[in-house]
């Protein structure tokens, strides 16, 4: 499995961004698929995840009501629409996936950069 994230930018607080990442390689349906981030100087933080067959979703406190996560399956791409962003939100943004059998994700996307500014 490779990933390719990519829709980072500038948005100014208040805003809305959508983020992609394209999956190439073997079938998804034991995967769980996630969002990270990580600001400068600040640990890497899963912001979403979603178990590819079945949809199911988590996403932690801090953006909970303000991202969504979801997949296309005919596209084989994972989506993180992000609402009502805030400067606390600006980091490099990743994508990742693991079996769901795995604890850890082990398959990374490189990273784009979001920053929310007026």
């Known amino acids: 499995v490779q990933l390719q994230a990519c829709g980072g930018g500038l948005v100014q607080p208040g805003g809305s961004l959508r983020l992609s990442c394209t999956v190439s390689g073997r079938p998804l349906a034991n995967y769980v698929m996630g969002w990270f981030r990580q600001a400068p100087g600040k640990d890497r933080e899963l912001v979403g995840s979603i178990i590819w067959s079945g949809g199911i979703t988590y996403y932690p406190d801090s953006v909970k009501g303000r991202f969504t996560i979801s997949r296309d399956n005919a596209k084989k791409t994972l989506y993180l629409q992000m609402n009502i962003m805030k400067p606390e939100d600006t980091a490099v943004y990743y994508c990742?996936?693991?079996?769901?059998?795995?604890?850890?994700?082990?398959?990374w996307g490189q990273g784009t950069l979001v920053t929310v500014s007026s």
């Open positions: 990742a996936a693991k079996r769901r059998a795995e604890l850890n994700y082990d398959i």
